[in-house]
């Protein structure tokens, strides 16, 4: 429902008509219909955009204005290039991003199990907070086995999507 199909059904929803103080007359509603009614306002959705592009936004929304960003984006003057290629594929997107703010878009997410049944999983040395990946048996808890694309090449098993006979799940 939108702004204007909630104004008409205020409009005729049933009112009791009474006389205030002054004596002139007053119609009066449920409070708890006209609540029910905006609530069913549909709120406008927030745009999704790529980590890079939010992290971006983030950093640089408040340096320049909204028409500089275009036109350097136009003139292929945003770095990286994929924010600038994601500024130029969606530019209505990202107006709105910058108007009315954003959420950043989910990485896929992987696990990855070996012919052995051994999986890859996130070990924390020490109880450190810097993450390792290693090789465990599939027994592990699915919850420390989780990565991004990202995360797998910078540990070096990048080539487990390329690989037969490892299985590389996307986790939903």
């Known amino acids: 429902m939108n702004k204007q199909e909630a104004i008409e059904t205020i409009k005729n929803i049933d009112t009791l008509n009474i006389n205030d103080i002054a004596g002139q007359k007053v119609d009066m509603v449920i409070k708890n219909q006209v609540l029910d009614i905006i609530s069913q306002i549909d709120e406008p959705q927030k745009v999704v955009v790529p980590k890079c592009v939010a992290e971006w ?3 640089y929304r408040y340096a320049n204005t909204l028409l500089k960003v275009l036109n350097a984006a136009e ?3 945003i770095v990286p290039s994929v924010v600038n290629d994601w500024i130029l594929d969606n530019q209505r997107d990202f107006v709105v991003a910058w108007y009315d703010g954003y959420e950043i878009e989910q990485e896929k ?39 991004t ?9 990048g080539w487990v999507f390329d690989c037969k006979g490892v299985k590389v799940e996307e986790v939903e």
Do not use: C, M, W
Request: glycine share 8%; proline share 4%; no cysteine.
């Open 109 to 147: 997410l992987y696990k990855v199990e070996f012919p052995t049944g051994q999986r890859l999983y996130k070990n924390h040395p020490n109880g450190s907070s810097t993450e390792q990946i290693v090789i465990k048996f599939a027994h592990h808890a699915d919850k420390d086995g989780h990565f």
């Open 57 to 59: 936004l983030k950093e």
């Open 75 to 77: 003139d292929e003057r």
């Open 149 to 157: 694309n990202k995360e797998l090449e910078e540990a070096g098993y």
